[in-house]
């Protein structure tokens, strides 16, 4: 059995311009108020893995070009397509009026457990992901179609808003693959 690693020519799926023109997923991931700019540089290289159609910075996330982005994001700011708004709950409200269902990674009463959610093939989902001190504004979780909760079992009782997206974003990846 072979283990040796990959090199980079072994890694490397297709150039920028490929990748740009390569059809993506239903799935788009909005940034309820990140503050750290590593976090979002790191959903950024995710959603470059994973095939996400965009990424939406909403309120105080940061933008690139930013060094600190850069430096988590690898170059996936260049390939994953990108905006910004202002406010979060419209966004998300004009999302949800366009027929876009409405996921939030969230720890609430009546949450989902993540391992039991599978993604369909006829609808497109916008995953929130929230604040590193007040996770995803109560606003949005009120008018969401499902709240996502990745279950702990730590003394912990949350992850790092970019491990998190990861998880879910994989966890919508799988059910499509």
């Known amino acids: 059995m072979d283990r040796a690693k990959k090199n ?3 890694l490397t799926n297709c150039s920028l311009r ?3 023109e390569r ?3 239903p799935l788009c991931v909005l940034l309820d108020n990140v503050r750290s700019m590593y976090n979002v540089g790191a959903i950024f ?9 965009e990424v939406i910075l909403a309120g105080i996330s940061g933008c690139p070009p930013h060094p600190e982005i850069s430096k988590t994001a690898l170059g996936a700011e260049e390939s994953v397509e990108w905006r910004h708004v202002e406010e979060s709950f419209a966004e998300v409200m004009r999302l949800h009026e366009e027929g876009w269902k409405i996921c939030v990674l969230e720890q609430t009463h009546n ?3 993540l391992q039991e959610f599978s993604p369909t093939d006829d609808n497109k ?3 929130v992901v929230g604040n590193e001190v007040n996770g995803v504004d109560q606003r949005i979780v009120d ?10 079992a730590g003394v912990k009782h949350s992850l790092n ?10 966890q919508f990846v799988s059910g499509w693959l």
């Open 8 to 10: 980079i020519f072994e």
């Open 18 to 20: 490929q990748y740009k």
């Open 23 to 25: 059809e993506k997923l």
């Open 45 to 53: 290289r995710t959603a470059d893995a994973f095939l996400i159609r």
């Open 111 to 113: 949450s989902v457990p």
């Open 125 to 127: 989902y916008l995953l």
């Open 143 to 152: 008018i969401a179609d499902i709240v996502l909760e990745i279950p702990q």
């Open 161 to 170: 808003v970019s491990v998190s997206a990861g998880i879910a974003l994989w």
